[in-house]
């Protein structure tokens, strides 16, 4: 991960400074852990002295609580996109369930911070976080509400369904990287394909809209 990348993961954050520690910090979680990293190794990765790091977030939980932040209103944005670009909830869940998944592939070390050091947040950071993906579950509940009463799906439990779907996308962070043979945009078209299949659908009744 290059440092130019910052801006492209962070564009909102100012400045600079703050964007190479967020991606310091990214590289240094994904490899240690959270706990098994100190603000020492955030800073060193991010070329600067350990005093660097206070100087734009109070402490290592301020940077995590950033970084999970940031990756979380990304997911909701594209999902929320998604399903209004849609129009009918088997090409929305589709649609989701593509954009979700490359993203995750695509930005793996991070979503994998993002994802899975959910834990280390303070509580009051963690219930920021969590209502974020709470807004992502409830807008894939209800695209598999709609579907189950268009007779589009078969669900008995359609929170059920839904997390199992979002958790299809989540999962992919931990075990893909940039060896991985199937490229973002095609592991995103075939889970979108299971993901319909999961639910009871018909994948080739519900075309991508950019086919």
Do not use: C
């Amino acid at each position: 991960m290059t440092m130019s990348l910052s801006a492209e993961l962070w564009p909102d954050v100012q400045p600079d400074a703050a964007r190479r520690l967020m991606l310091a910090g990214v590289e240094s979680f994904a490899q240690r852990g959270y706990h098994a990293t100190t603000t020492r190794d955030i800073a060193t990765n991010a070329g600067m002295s350990p005093a660097a790091l206070y100087v734009h977030f109070p402490s290592k939980a301020a940077l995590l609580f950033a970084i999970s932040r940031s990756g979380h209103e990304q997911a909701l944005a594209l999902v929320q996109n998604a399903a209004e670009q849609a129009d009918t909830p088997m090409t929305a869940l589709r649609e989701i369930v593509e954009r979700f998944v490359a993203w995750h592939a695509r930005r793996h070390t991070v979503a994998r911070v993002v994802q899975y050091e959910l834990g280390a947040l303070p509580e009051q950071e963690y219930r920021v976080v969590a209502e974020l993906r709470r807004g992502i579950e409830r807008i894939v509940h209800d695209i598999v509400v709609r579907g189950a009463e268009a007779g589009q799906f078969t669900v008995s439990d359609p929170m059920t369904a839904a997390r199992a779907v979002l958790s299809l996308g989540v999962d992919v962070a931990r075990w893909y990287t940039d060896r991985s043979r199937t490229s973002p945009a095609e592991l995103g078209r075939q889970y979108g394909e299971l993901a319909l299949r999961m639910l009871g659908a018909d994948p080739a009744r519900a075309a991508s809209p950019r086919n």
